[in-house]
């Protein structure tokens, strides 16, 4: 592929993150609204708060790095189009050996990004935040690499997210095994605290910590972390819809459309899990995927060697 046409596809990449983000983003809270008898708001209510958000002052504080502070929400936005982007060639089959690997290490990003924007921000509430998410990241990530272990096994072990979906489309998708499916809820916990969803909201905690990391960051830089947060909306479903659910294929209109269901089904599921479960302790939170679903990992990895 030329630079150019690199470049032309990660900027359309981008637009189309960006925009199809903003309006998961709302499915999540028109859902939510009406699990609570609310009517929710209008569908282009997330672009009209973005927007507003480039308009408004960005504020520094006197105490914080300010190198750090300013490139943090830059670097976590990056991360989040990178990844999407990866998963869009992929699913356009022309991934590469090793994507899925690449896309563990992309989706690490945006939170150490959070970890260090809020400690350089020198705000005390910033740093209880800060800490609840290094041991949220710390908790979840070894359950996270097993569930990704068991989706590469079973997709003809292999590291290439393509190969995985076109073994899955011949085969059979992977959740339909006793191992395919443990390691699909595994992802699916493992991503509800990526995206710091209920019960795993612990770093932002507006209750407790007035949005914790976020609490200095104001205008276009609160913008990048939400719009970052909302390319994970997409990316984080459709990585599950890959791994387990053999992706999706344009090849026709109905499969477009299955794939697509494929991605809302998931997505309503995380949803579901947010508007039905309190928020845990770190330690329950620590002890939930360290304890629980780490051993439901090995063991779903034990079950996939024996192609179970």
């Known amino acids: 592929m030329s630079v150019p046409f690199v470049i032309l596809y990660f900027i359309g990449g981008f637009v189309f993150l960006s925009v199809s983000g903003l309006i998961a983003m709302w499915i999540d809270r028109k859902v939510t609204a009406r ?56 699913l ?6 090793g994507d899925i690997i690449l896309l563990v290490y992309l989706l690490v990003i945006p939170s150490l990004a959070i970890i260090l924007g809020g400690s350089s921000s020198g705000n005390v509430l910033a740093s209880v935040g800060v800490s609840r998410e290094l041991k949220l990241l710390l908790s979840y990530e070894l359950p996270f690499i097993c569930a990704i272990i068991i989706a590469a096994i079973k997709g003809g072990s292999t590291t290439s997210l393509t190969k995985i979906m076109t073994y899955q489309q011949s085969t059979g998708i992977s959740v339909f095994s006793i191992s395919g499916i443990i390691g699909f809820f595994i992802s699916i916990f493992a991503l509800q605290g990526k995206l710091g969803l209920v019960p795993f909201d612990l770093a932002e905690a507006e209750g407790e910590i007035s949005t914790g990391a976020f609490i200095e960051y104001s205008g276009i830089l609160l913008g990048f972390f939400k719009l970052a947060k909302a390319i994970l909306y997409i990316v984080a479903p459709l990585f599950i819809v890959c791994l387990f659910l053999g992706g999706i294929s344009f090849n026709s209109v109905g499969k477009g459309i299955n794939g697509i269901l494929k991605y809302v089904l998931v997505l309503v599921i995380m949803i579901l899990i947010k508007n039905t479960n309190p928020r845990v302790r770190i330690d329950q939170a620590f002890k939930f995927f360290w304890v629980k679903l780490t051993l439901f990992g090995i063991i779903g990895i034990s079950l996939a060697l024996l192609r179970w």
């Not at 009517?39 to 009209?48: A, C, E, I, R, T």
């Not at 929400?73 to 982007?85: E, F, K, N, R």
């Not at 356009?92 to 050996?97: D, L, Q, S, V, Y």
């Open 92 to 97: 356009k089959k022309i991934g590469f050996a």
């Open 35 to 90: 699990i609570q008898f609310r009517v929710g708001p209008p569908w282009y209510q997330n672009f009209v708060d973005f927007i507003k958000l480039t308009g408004k002052e960005v504020l520094i504080p006197e105490k914080a790095n300010k190198l750090i502070f300013v490139s943090s929400p830059v670097a976590a936005l990056m991360a989040a189009s990178l990844s999407g982007v990866i998963l869009l060639l992929a």
